[in-house]
Structure formats: structure tokens, C-alpha cells
T-cell receptor, first 112, second 114 residues
Framework: KAGVTQTPRYLIKTRGQQVTLSCSPI?????VSWYQQTPGQGLQFLFE???????NKGNFPGRFSGRQFSNSRSEMNVSTLELGDSALYLC???????????FGQGTRLTVV | GENVEQHPSTLSVQEGDSAVIKCTYS??????FPWYKQELGKRPQLIID?????GEKKDQRIAVTLNKTAKHFSLHITETQPEDSAVYFC?????????????FGKGTKLTVNP
């Protein structure tokens, strides 16, 4: 089985732009969660989706949004990028509620 | 909401020694506690997990213990090897209510010196 796939792996954007990141979960997994990883703050929860519904949202501004498609693939969007948005964005997929979460390799976003 | 504290932030041991990393959590409703290992430039990988109905779980050189009363859990690595060098993250989650949200500790950078 293929693992969790995130695209692109690396991205450089300028302040004020917007960006869309993609996550394809493990086949059969219906739950996708997104995390932001920075050296100072560690891994912070952004949001989670299950069967196309957002079930939970972290404490991030409204510039961060996401969605999930019927095939369980998920995207997250960040609008009006700020320098502080530079981070590794990780998604994790789970088979069902309460099961183990498996991470993708992440998208390294650099905002200049 | 849940808060997870992890100690120490850095740990250096000699090859063959044991390493222990400790985490405390605040939400008594949390019932799932995974540990992830993240090597430099790689994804976090689940190495072991424990659920609240179990006090200890072992997998070869790795073990996790859980004390629900004190709300803390620990990762124990015995006979450490240089390839154990990585950042280790603990996390906590409550599964009631259908939420998959993991709350992570800040991580422990483990260095195993040959």
C-alpha cells in the first residue's frame, strides 16, 4: 500500500500570495488531519476531516482553510501569506475514528 | 483543552544505555497516547502507542508506560543504538466525540553517541 502522499514537497511563495497544499491519504483511510510544524512551536493541529466534513479546527486564523473530497484526498489553503507561515505542513491519515495516524512527508513552505 | 508537556527537550546517552522520555497530559478524558520518531528531514513515524486500558506495552527495545491517575506516560528505549538518534514526540488524544485531534509535546532530541 502506498503511504500518505503530499504535494508539492517544497514551495517558495512571497508575502501576500496564497498557496494550496495537497494530501492523498492511504487507500481506504477516510480521516485526514493537518498539522503545522515549526522549530519553536512543534506540531500544532490545524484541522481534521472525515468523509468530507470538518470535524475539528485548531487555533489558527481564518486565512487557513481546508477541504476534503469524496475520494478522501484533502487540500489546505493559506491566503495572504505571512513570513510566519513558513513551516513544514504535515498531513496524517487514519482508517477510522480512534485508529493510528500515519504522516506524509510534508510540504516545506517558505514565505519570503 | 488538552495540554501535553514533554521532558527533557534534549537527551544525550552512550550507545547501549537506556533512554527515558516523560510526558504529562492535562485532559483526563484522553485515552490514546502514541509516540512518534522523526529523523532529520523525514516524516514523523509511529513507533509505539498505548491506550488507557493498558498500563504498559513493549515492542522489542521500546516500551511505553501509562499512569492514568498521575496523567503521565513515558517512553523507554533500552540498549540504545546510534540509529535511535532522532526527535521523539509524545501525543495525546481523546477518541470520544469522534475527534482525531492529536495534541503533541514539544519533542525530545535524542542523541546516541557511539
Amino acid at each position: 500500500k502506498a503511504g500518505v502522499t503530499q504535494t508539492p514537497r517544497y514551495l517558495i511563495k512571497t508575502r501576500g500570495q496564497q498557496v494550496t497544499l495537497s494530501c492523498s491519504p492511504i487507500s481506504g483511510h477516510r480521516s485526514v488531519s493537518w498539522y503545522q510544524q515549526t522549530p519553536g512551536q512543534g506540531l500544532q493541529f490545524l484541522f481534521e476531516y472525515f468523509s468530507e466534513t470538518q470535524r475539528n479546527k485548531g487555533n489558527f486564523p481564518g486565512r487557513f482553510s481546508g477541504r476534503q473530497f469524496s475520494n478522501s484526498r484533502s487540500e489546505m489553503n493559506v491566503s495572504t501569506l505571512e513570513l510566519g507561515d513558513s513551516a513544514l505542513y504535515l498531513c496524517a491519515s487514519s482508517l477510522e475514528v480512534g485508529s493510528e495516524a500515519f504522516f506524509g512527508q510534508g510540504t516545506r513552505l517558505t514565505v519570503v | 483543552g488538552e495540554n501535553v508537556e514533554q521532558h527533557p527537550s534534549t537527551l544525550s546517552v552512550q550507545e547501549g544505555d537506556s533512554a527515558v522520555i516523560k510526558c504529562t497530559y492535562s485532559d483526563s478524558a484522553s485515552n490514546y497516547f502514541p509516540w512518534y520518531k522523526q529523523e532529520l528531514g523525514k516524516r514523523p513515524q509511529l513507533i509505539i502507542d498505548i491506550r488507557s486500558n493498558v498500563g504498559e506495552k513493549k515492542d522489542q527495545r521500546i516500551a511505553v508506560t501509562l499512569n492514568k491517575t498521575a496523567k503521565h506516560f513515558s517512553l523507554h528505549i533500552t540498549e540504545t543504538q546510534p540509529e535511535d538518534s532522532a526527535v521523539y514526540f509524545c501525543a495525546a488524544r481523546r477518541t470520544q466525540g469522534g475527534s482525531e485531534k492529536l495534541v503533541f509535546g514539544k519533542g525530545t532530541k535524542l542523541t546516541v553517541n557511539p
